[in-house]
């Protein structure tokens, strides 16, 4: 399968499309970073919270719910490192052109991938600790509401 080759309208707008895709995969990873530290926080409140009844079937609840929102975060916090050295790799490769290492082409190919995977696993193992965290504040206080 080989490349096609793009008038320079198209060329234009893939550019334009390519820039937008880059700055929404870095506001969904920002938001779910962001969303991830604030419930891990809320978590840490809820178990400082002396009235906050810690059952024994409510444990793991809790333990579930830090373990999804650290995964979470954990998950958001390589995937910022890893698109800063794939940019850099990209600059690499585009300013060396044809003279760039095949190996940095595979390299970057491979850090786009992962990238995709850990934005993915951020955003599935935030909804997974939320849902546990949720789980665990309504059997606790779901009489009161």
Do not use: C, H
């Not at 809820?46 to 079937?57: G, P, R, Y």
């Not at 940019?87 to 940095?104: C, M, N, S």
């Amino acid at each position: 399968m080989g490349r096609t080759r793009m008038d320079a309208e198209t060329k234009e707008r893939y550019i334009r499309w390519q820039g937008y895709r880059i700055q929404q995969f870095s506001s969904a990873n920002n938001l779910f970073l962001a969303f991830a530290v604030a419930a891990l926080g809320f978590w840490t409140q809820l178990l400082a919270n002396s009235q906050f009844e810690i059952k024994e079937w409510n444990n793991v609840q809790l333990l579930w719910a830090f373990a999804g929102l650290s995964a979470s975060a954990t998950a958001g916090s390589v995937l910022v490192v890893i698109r800063l050295v794939d940019f850099r790799l990209t600059a690499d490769i585009v300013k060396e052109g044809k003279r760039a290492k095949p190996y940095k082409r595979t390299l970057s190919s491979f850090l786009g991938k992962l990238s995709w995977g850990l934005l993915l696993t951020q955003i599935v193992t935030f909804g997974l600790g939320v849902e546990r965290l949720t789980t665990s504040f309504l059997l606790v206080y779901g009489v009161r509401l």
